[in-house]
């Protein structure tokens, strides 16, 4: 059963990465830019990102040569479906764009939109909504922060 769940897991296109498929022991997390209108979108993306990093064993460190800057770009906030007239379920959708600098080489992801697209449910007093707004905020950043890692530690091998 065992190897069964395992070849299932990885035909899926998962993989498992960890320190060691990161050619990285140290990063600064450099300048986040918000141009959206929505606020503290920059604060979820660094913590996102320094929670990534972190889990994957490389240290964050103003000193490293290694460096990493986002713009965010876009945030999408759509009505899905209303009750009696009030907003029921929502669609959150973030788009990044992402610079690696590393020993004078800058790579660049342009258009990283938050990989799952997440739902919220409208439920009780504002304060409830705007409480899942946020955690739906914090759960596209942390998607997309781990889409980036990934793509440091997959696509780029010595060179990310």
């Known amino acids: 059963?065992?190897?069964?769940?395992?070849?299932?897991?990885?035909?899926?296109?998962?993989s498992i990465t960890n320190r060691a498929s990161l050619t990285?022991?140290?990063?600064?997390?450099?300048?986040?830019?918000?141009?959206?209108?929505?606020?503290?979108?920059?604060?979820?993306?660094?913590?996102?990102?320094m929670d990534e990093f972190q889990r994957r064993g490389v240290v964050i460190s103003d000193g490293s040569d290694n460096i990493i800057e986002a713009e965010i770009t876009g945030y999408k906030l759509e009505l899905l479906s209303e009750k009696n007239g009030i907003g029921f379920e929502y669609q959150t959708t973030v788009k990044v764009d992402f610079k690696f600098k590393r020993s004078g080489k800058d790579i660049e992801y342009k258009g990283i939109t938050s990989p799952s697209i997440d739902y919220f449910a409208a439920q009780g007093s504002l304060n409830?909504?705007?409480?899942?707004?946020?955690?739906?905020?914090?759960q596209a950043m942390d998607g997309i922060a781990f889409y980036i890692v990934t793509q440091l530690s997959l696509k780029h091998g010595d060179t990310p």
């Open 128 to 138: 409830s909504t705007i409480a899942q707004k946020q955690l739906s905020d914090k």
């Open 24 to 49: 990285i022991d140290s990063i600064k997390i450099g300048k986040i830019v918000n141009k959206t209108a929505e606020p503290t979108l920059q604060d979820a993306l660094n913590t996102a990102l």
């Open 1 to 14: 059963m065992i190897i069964f769940l395992t070849l299932l897991l990885f035909s899926c296109g998962y």
